[in-house]
């Protein structure tokens, strides 16, 4: 069984850019949430999306936003890119909506903002 | 406000030698508390525990829960270099809606 894919793997962009991230769910997981990941703050939880409704959102700016499609894929995009928004981005799937159930992650995209 | 707090932050070990992460909360509506190993990638799963004094067991790794006086701990005996990893705590609190994490323990064994 396929694990949770993330892409790009790495990204660098400039302040005041827009960036997509990608990710595709474990066959048969209907949700995806997505976290920053950043040495001094950890892991910080952006939002959740379960059949293709945002369930839940994490305390972010209105500049980080996400959808999710019919097959249960995700994107995230960061408009407005500032150079604290450098960070790694991990995607997670799982089964059940919330988080009863155990979490599993990408490999992450890697963003550097400059 | 509700925190998850890790102990120690960083640790560094000999092969075989034997580790205690410790994972202190305080959370409102506690449902159960995850363990997850990150070797510089994603997160992997280890263990979920929501009961009190029930070890969970796998290989060398186990973990046990006190919600008594909120905290768990994750030992790993005879350490290998391939547990060199970030391990993370996280706590489900609230109405199942979100994960609240700690920091993590920077493990590395030395050989």
Known sequence: K????????????TRGQQVT??????SGHRSVSWY?????????FLFEYFSETQRNKGNFPGRFSGRQFSNSRSEMNVSTLE???????????????????????GNGTRLTVT | EDKVVQ??????????????????????????LLWYKQEKKAPTFLFMLTSSG???????????????????????????????????????????????WGLGTSLAVNP
Not at chain 1, 87 to 104: E, I, K, N, R, T
Not at chain 2, 9 to 24: F, R
Not at chain 2, 70 to 95: E, M, R
Request: neutral net charge.
């Open chain 2, 54 to 100: 029930i070890e969970k067991k796998s290989g060398r790794l186990s973990s046990i829960l006190d919600k008594k006086e909120l905290f768990s701990i994750l030992n790993i005996t005879a350490t290998q270099t391939g547990d060199s990893a970030v391990y993370l705590c996280a706590v489900n609190a609230g109405n199942n809606r979100k994960l609240i």
């Open chain 1, 2 to 13: 396929a694990g949770v894919t993330q892409t790009p793997r790495y990204l660098i962009k």
């Open chain 1, 83 to 105: 150079l604290g928004d450098s960070a790694l981005y991990l995607c997670a799937s799982s089964f059940l909506q919330g988080v009863d159930s155990p979490l599993h992650f």
């Open chain 1, 36 to 44: 920053q990941q950043t040495p001094g703050q950890g892991l910080q």
């Open chain 2, 7 to 32: 102990s120690p932050l960083s640790l560094v070990v000999h092969e075989g030698d034997t580790v205690t992460l410790n994972c202190s909360y305080e959370v409102t509506n506690f449902r159960s």
């Open chain 1, 21 to 26: 991230l990608s990710c595709s769910p474990i």
